[in-house]
């Protein structure tokens, strides 16, 4: 087979291999706004639990 009829053929298939992927991807914003907010809530309870813990620890160490 020629080159230029290899490429052609090629280009052609990539195309349509890329039309038909298309419809199969999830909007690349919303999946990156989702897990954004996701690791934003996973930090604020980690920080909220690390509060917790480190007043446990003070009261432990330092009696009122």
Do not use: C, N, Y
């Not at 991807?25 to 706004?33: D, F, M, V, W």
């Not at 934003?40 to 480190?54: C, F, K, S, Y």
């Amino acid at each position: 087979m020629h080159a230029d009829v290899h490429h052609l053929l090629h280009a052609a298939e990539a195309v349509e291999l890329h039309s038909k992927a298309g419809e199969f991807r999830l909007p690349r914003a919303s999946l990156r706004a989702r897990i954004g907010w996701t690791l934003v809530e996973v930090g604020l309870r980690l920080t909220a639990q690390g509060r917790d813990t480190a007043a446990t620890r003070t009261a432990a160490f330092h009696p009122a």
